[in-house]
Every structure is written in structure tokens, then in C-alpha cells.
């Protein structure tokens, strides 16, 4: 009997879970493609690119959710549960609502294992894969070779190209090329100009004839002029053996060994993943009573405003750390802790256990 209500209650608990999942990842997905789409205008990034970040931005996303849609899964199930009187039989049975617990921490631990591996080693993958995609993306963009008749504008808009027709050998005609630094503009307009990409292939030059050199300020008469013979532009490429100098990109083992507070904060960021998704899966077993007259989503304002507070300590514990007002050692573990007293609590208070202080009575007097 004991068996067939845990793989019942899983079951259900799974199914839900799945689907909340996936409402909250398409809706995310959704949101993030505006986002993408909108970095892909600015940063000049390829179609392949934005496919690709869009992608990984989906995973790393799944170590938000599933913390998330384990707990709405949780509550939404064991609400079903006690609207149909489903438990009120099983506690006829002699399985009260503690006993619970077992089938919903099952099915929590089993996701912790996963939430663990995309938190530890997928998540910092993605975040590098994700700058190494940027860079790829603007290298292509600055080597690609110039088109006649058509604006080139660089990451970032500092640098304006512009040829207005081509020769059969591929050299350019009537240049112009506008470079920004601060409130400093060099324009250059030269008769022709060809470009090669170095042999390694992290630099670009643009070897420019026959042309006038305009540098200065605009609105100033602090402007001096150059006429050239032959005017040599290097563009340097981003590399892409460039390692961000990201926390988020560090493997789980360099941040186990590093001293540094910021790295400690993202080491118990990363480990607060799964422990917040077995803590919400317990908190959400006494959170889900209702009554057989209530809706199934009666708790979900509850349960939202549970986990608001909950990701908002956490993120102050980590800031904490990061300012040094909170010790290494005791990280976020004590939001944590306080989390699971309250679980406790609430698990002992549902099912009876009452603490009662009696007061000692003094004898009266004769």
C-alpha cells in the first residue's frame, strides 16, 4: 500500500512538474528572444549566433526553473490531492500527510542530481560558450571583407566604412572611413584601397592610397589635415584565447581552491540551486493543505510570495559575502537553515504537534 501511494503521488507530482516546466521555459524563452534579438542589432551578431546564444540561454535557465516548477509542481499536486479527498482517504489508510514527505523528497533528491550537474559544471560551460559565440561573432564581422556601395558600421559604432565601387581585383574605389575616440573624429576619403587578413588571423589591414586625412573635434576649429600617398589601417580582431574574467565561467574546482570572498559567493550561489529545490519541495508539502471546497490554485499567491522571499535572502546572503559583512564560512547557509526550521515547523504544526509550556503552580498559602 505504502509503495503504491509513493510511485502515485510521484507520479503526479512529476507530471505536473514537467509541465510547469516547460510553460515557464517557453515563456522565458520567449521573453529572452526579444532580448537576443535586440543585442543581435547592437552587437552585430549572425543569424547562426543568435540561434546559438538563444539556445544556451535556455539551459542555463533550467537551474532557475526546476527549483521553481518542483515547488508550483508540489503544491499544485498535493492541492488536487486534498480537494478530491484523495489524502483524507489515505490518512484513513494510516498514511497522514507526514508520510508525504517521502514520495515528494524522493522525486526532489532524483532532480537535485541533475540541478547539481547543470549548476556545477553545465552552467559555467554556458557562460563561456557564450562569450566565445561574441567573439566569434565580431571577428567574423571585422574580417569579413568590405562590400561596395553598402555602410559597414563595427561593434560598437566607433568605425564607419564606406567604398563606393570596386575593381575586378577586388580594389576599392572612392573610400571613406570615419573612426570616433571620445569627442575626436578622423575621417579619411582616399581614391582606393585594399585589405588582406594578417597569417594568424588576428589582424586586418586596410592599406589605403592617394588620399586626406581629416582628424579633429567637431564644432571646433581644433582640426589639423594630412594628404597621403599611402595610409595604413590595422584592425585588430578580438581573440578568441581570451578568457572572460568572469566568476561565472570558473569550473566548480577552481572556485573549491580559491581564498577570494567572490569566489566563495558564487561557489554557495551555485550550491544554493539544489539545496532551494529540496528546501521549496519541503515547504511546499504543508503549504498545499486546503480544503476539499478551495480551488487547486488557491495556494499559488502563497507559494509565490514563499519563494520571492526565499531567492531574495539568497541574494542578499551572497551580496553579503561579496561586502565582507557576512563571514565566509557561514555563506547564505543560515537562509538556508532558516528556510528548513520553517519547513519543520510547519510539517510538526500540521500534524498536531503542539508545544505547550505549563506554568508551575505555586502552592497556596494555609
Known sequence: MSRIVDRYVIREIARTCFGVTFVLLLILVGNQFARVLGRAASERLTRDAVFELLWLTSIEYLTVLLPLALFFAVVLSLGRLYRDSEITAMTACGIGPLRLCRPVLI?????????SWLSFEVRPWVNYRTHLVKVEAKRQLRSAALVPGRFRIAPGGEIVFYARGADDDGTLRDVFIQRRDGNQIEAVIAASAEQALSPDGNRR???????????????????????????????????????????????????????????????QWRLSSPLSLVLLALVAVPLAKTSSRTSRFDRIGLAILVYLVYTNLLGVGRNMIESGKAPGWLGISWVHVTVLVFALAALAWQSGVRIRFRRRRRPVPT
Open 205 to 267: 589591414e586596410l592599406v589605403l592610397r592617394d588620399g586626406r586625412r581629416y582628424v579633429g573635434v567637431p564644432g571646433t576649429l581644433e582640426f589639423y589635415v594630412v594628404d597621403f600617398e599611402e595610409h595604413g589601417i590595422p584592425i585588430i580582431l578580438p581573440s578568441i584565447d581570451d578568457f572572460p574574467e568572469e566568476r561565472e565561467t570558473e569550473s566548480t574546482i577552481q572556485l573549491l581552491g580559491s581564498p577570494d570572498v567572490a569566489d566563495q559567493a558564487e561557489l
Open 107 to 115: 522525486f526532489a533528491l532524483l532532480l537535485a542530481v541533475l540541478v
